[in-house]
C-alpha cells in the first residue's frame, strides 16, 4: 500500500502507531510478535509498520534464530535529532534577531 512508504523519519514519526513502536524499542529490542502482544494491532501490521522505520533508517533488525529482532538504529536518530537542533537553533536565532530590533519611540 502506497500509505505505508515514506523514506523520512519526520513522516515515518508521523504515525501513533510508528511513534508507539519508536517507544517501545528505545526500552529494548523487541521481536515483531512481543511489539504485536503490547499494541492493538495485528502481527503483519506491526511488520508493515517496521518497513516504514527500516526504510527511514529508523531501526535495525537481526535474525534470532526464526525471529526478526529490531532495535533503534542510533544514527537514525542522531539524524533526526540534529535536525531538530537545526530548526530549534534558527527558530531561537530568528527570536533573538526580533526580539534585540530596536523598537520605534512614539511622540
Known sequence: MATYRTGDGWDALGDPTRRSIVARLAERPRAVGELADELPISRPAVSQHLKVLKEAGLVTDHAAGTRRVYRLNPAGVAALRDQLDTFWNRALA??????EQPTEETP
Open 94 to 99: 530568528g527570536y533573538r534577531d526580533v526580539v
